[in-house]
């Protein structure tokens, strides 16, 4: 494409957000009575057993992670958009930071009661896994990094020790049917599933 072309096409804009559409998550972490904290996340990549999260060094996520390094990483699918968005104007932290509470923030401690979803015991983490959530995650925490060009929030390196899948998307005993699963997507602060499949990779397998 001419430059040209290119200026008719694009502009400059300076976007208050970067959501561009990656699947929400609902972490487990453990609070300090030994109850289980649940935030929502939308900042998380998977390549191998790897999964990095980007988590808000004010929220009640990143205390427990740094108390406790385990967390499950349950991944809705698109029918549990509002259970999501039930726990969003909450933290698990006691003390509302300012600016969380100023844009409408408060306190819930119960956040299985409040986003009417259910704990499951894990096989080797002390987080409890998310019964409703078609895949869930149990991994350890490796690595805490705050990043010194933007302290307010951290990327958290943890690996996945178990994988949990609800049956009706198991195909072929250790895959996941991708014409079954859709992710939940964070589309700038919009929920959305997946269309109707474009193709596939030379290298799936299903
Ligand atoms: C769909 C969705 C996606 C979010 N993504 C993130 C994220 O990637 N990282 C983050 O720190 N907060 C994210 N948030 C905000 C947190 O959920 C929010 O700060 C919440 O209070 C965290 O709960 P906690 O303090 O109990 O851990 C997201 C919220 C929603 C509803």
């Known amino acids: 494409m001419d430059d040209m072309n290119h200026a008719l096409k694009s502009e400059l804009i ?69 259970n999501v968005e039930k726990l969003a104007p909450y933290t698990g932290k006691t003390n509302v930071p300012d600016y969380k509470r100023s844009i409408g923030y408060s306190y819930q401690k119960d956040k299985y009661g409040i986003s009417e979803l259910t704990p499951a015991r894990s096989v080797t983490v002390k987080p409890t896994r998310i019964m409703e959530c078609p895949i869930q995650v149990e991994a350890v925490v490796k690595h805490i990094r705050i990043p010194e060009h933007s302290p307010n929030f951290a990327i958290i390196e943890t690996k996945a020790v178990h994988v949990h899948a609800h049956k009706e998307i198991i195909i072929e005993g250790n895959h996941i049917d991708p014409q079954k699963w859709s992710p939940l997507i964070y589309n700038f602060r919009h929920y959305f599933g997946l269309g109707k499949e474009l193709g596939k990779s030379f290298r799936a397998t299903t």
């Open 14 to 82: 300076k976007p208050s957000i970067l959501y561009y559409g990656t699947p929400v998550v609902l972490l487990s972490t453990l609070n300090e009575d030994g109850t289980v904290n649940i935030s929502p996340l939308s900042s998380s990549w998977a390549l191998g057993d790897c999964i990095i999260l980007g988590i808000g060094i004010g929220g009640k996520a990143f205390e427990n992670i740094e108390r406790h390094p385990e967390c499950v990483i349950n991944i809705p699918g698109p029918s549990l958009w509002e």
